[in-house]
């Protein structure tokens, strides 16, 4: 059974860089066919797709957030990682990462941190 | 303001049967059978429901069924049980940039 753990800070400060990791087990990483995606949800709101990252390393981000994102994956650790950078109070969120099967799919969560941007 | 639109509530009593909306355009839902949906219990993250429009993920009970006509993707979960209440999510693949969208979600009620 394929499992994903969200890990990272839960408090930045206003400026400053998130930074998430999603650790896999249960499967490789590695596996073609799949994406590995960083999904966030502000409290009360609903969800917002941040982007997401092939096994190949192709990346793909929202342009919304694209200008501040970045999502790599270390696959030696099987896991991949968000960086969110000039981090303001809109980006307070529950932030999830999941696996994606086909276009907008997602069949595998982890189970959600909250982050907290505040000084 | 989200890209697909879902009503915010829907309530139904155990044993009937529901339907929940997902309004988009012919650029995401109407123009792709990329659309899934997922359901959410408070604290917890979502879960695959339903994806390709009417597939189901292995596990997922034969009550939630999947369909699309135009633009208009809609979930349908009959012989509502009190586990069922939750927030549900649409979502597409768009040929837009964003390459995927989310419905604002549905709150069903079991009364």
């Known amino acids: 059974q394929l499992q994903l753990q969200e890990s990272g800070s839960g408090l930045v400060k206003p400026s400053q860089t998130l930074s998430l990791t999603c650790a896999v087990s249960?499967?490789?990483?590695?596996?073609?066919?799949?994406?590995w995606s960083w999904i966030r949800q502000p409290p009360g709101k609903g969800l917002e797709w941040i982007g997401y990252?092939?096994?190949?390393?192709?990346?793909y981000y929202n342009p919304s957030l694209k200008s501040r994102v970045t999502i790599s994956v270390d696959r030696s650790k099987n896991q991949f990682s968000l960086k969110l950078s000039s981090v303001t109070a809109a980006d307070t969120a529950v932030y999830y990462c999941a696996r994606g099967v086909v276009a907008a799919t997602w069949d595998y969560w982890g189970q959600g941190t909250l982050v907290t941007v505040s000084s | 303001q989200s890209a697909l639109t879902q009503p915010a509530s829907v309530s139904g009593s155990p044993g009937q049967s529901i339907t929940i909306s997902c309004t988009g355009t012919s650029s995401d839902v109407g123009g792709y059978n990329y659309v899934s949906w997922y359901q959410q219990h408070p604290g917890k993250a979502p879960k695959l429901m339903i994806y390709e429009v009417s597939n189901r993920p292995s596990g997922v009970s034969n009550r939630f069924s999947g369909s699309k006509s135009g633009n208009t993707a809609s979930l349908t979960i009959s012989g509502l049980q009190a586990e069922d209440e939750a927030d549900y999510y649409c979502s597409s693949y768009t040929s837009s940039s964003t390459l995927g969208v989310f419905g604002g979600g549905t709150k069903l009620t079991v009364l």
């Open positions: 249960g499967g490789s990483i590695s596996s073609g066919g799949y994406s």
């Open positions: 990252i092939y096994h190949s390393g192709s990346t």
